[in-house]
């Protein structure tokens, strides 16, 4: 299930910022992270795809949403230019940002190389 971040949330989840200088990611499992706007269509191209993936993959990543309008603070912390953007957390390593309303496959091979989670059968 996808769920929806505020800043309060990413702390939490994702990475506290205002308490580390350097990178550590807070979450249980790798993640993937939805830079997007309501009124932005490849946003909309992507959303259902993240549906997919997020039933395809379970438990074994998250995938979580940041509407850029609502939460300005986070998409400028993260230097979102354009929309949709990407955040690549995987539970080691720095985080990878990608633009654009990605094909799955595309997604899935990120997913396979950076968060090194192998799509499930």
Same mark, same amino acid.
């Given at each position: 299930? =996808?769920?929806n971040?505020?800043?309060?949330?990413?702390?939490?989840?994702?990475?506290?910022f205002?308490k580390?200088?350097?990178?550590?990611?807070?979450?249980?499992?790798?993640?993937?992270?939805?830079?997007?706007? *309501?009124?932005?269509?490849?946003?909309?191209?992507?959303?259902? =795809?993240?549906?997919?993936?997020?039933?395809?993959?379970? *438990?074994? =990543?998250? =995938?979580?949403?940041? *509407?850029?309008?609502?939460?300005?603070?986070?998409?400028?912390?993260?230097?979102?230019?354009?929309?949709?953007?990407?955040?690549?957390?995987?539970?080691?390593?720095?985080?990878?940002?990608?633009?654009?309303?990605?094909?799955?496959?595309?997604?899935?091979?990120?997913?396979? *190389?950076?968060?090194?989670?192998?799509?499930?059968?």
């Amino acid at each position: 299930m =996808i769920e929806n971040l505020t800043k309060e949330t990413f702390l939490e989840k994702i990475f506290n910022f205002e308490k580390n200088k350097e990178w550590k990611f807070e979450g249980k499992r790798p993640a993937v992270i939805d830079f997007y706007a *309501d009124w932005c269509g490849p946003c909309k191209t992507l959303a259902p =795809i993240l549906e997919i993936l997020s039933a395809e993959y379970g *438990d074994k =990543i998250a =995938i979580y949403k940041i *509407d850029t309008e609502a939460e300005t603070e986070l998409a400028a912390a993260f230097a979102v230019r354009s929309i949709p953007s990407l955040l690549f957390c995987s539970s080691d390593g720095a985080p990878q940002m990608a633009n654009g309303a990605l094909p799955k496959a595309e997604l899935e091979r990120i997913i396979a *190389d950076v968060l090194k989670v192998e799509k499930p059968f």
